[in-house]
Nanobody, 121 residues
Framework: QVQLVESGGGLVQPGGSLRLSCAAS????????MGWYRQAPGKQRELVAG???????NYADSVKGRFTISRDNAKNTVSLQMNSLKSEDTAVYYC???????????????WGQGTQVTVTS
């Protein structure tokens, strides 16, 4: 069984910073891409940032220059450093991993439970 556990959400003022972390555990053979998505009330879930196992990254236009995604392949973790936060960044943030399990060997998408980020003065 595989679990993705997020941490680091919270309440912050506009212009502030937060760092989200996500750790994958369980019967994992390999992790391909990892990423962060977010869903604001009344809106669809959207990709915030993604990173491949080779370190290639991509970002939503709305967060480019403010957010940085990173991962530690040895620890099966992915992080999202969020700077210059805006009220429109308020959402539930979800960790995502495209990974292959050991037994049975199967590649699937896995999601964390979500962590709330609220940006308000």
């Amino acid at each position: 069984q595989v679990q993705l556990v997020e941490s680091g959400g919270g309440l912050v003022q506009p212009g502030g910073s937060l760092r989200l972390s996500c750790a994958a555990s369980g019967s994992i053979f390999s992790i391909n891409a990892m990423g962060w998505y977010r869903q604001a009330p009344g809106k669809q879930r959207e990709l915030v940032a993604g990173i491949t196992n080779g370190g290639s990254t991509n970002y939503a236009d709305s967060v480019k220059g403010r957010f940085t995604i990173s991962r530690d392949n040895a620890k099966n973790t992915v992080s999202l450093q969020m700077n210059s936060l805006k009220s429109e960044d308020t959402a539930v943030y979800y960790c995502n991993a495209d990974l292959t399990t050991m037994s049975p060997p199967k590649t699937s998408d896995y999601w964390g439970q979500g962590t709330q980020v609220t940006v308000t003065s």
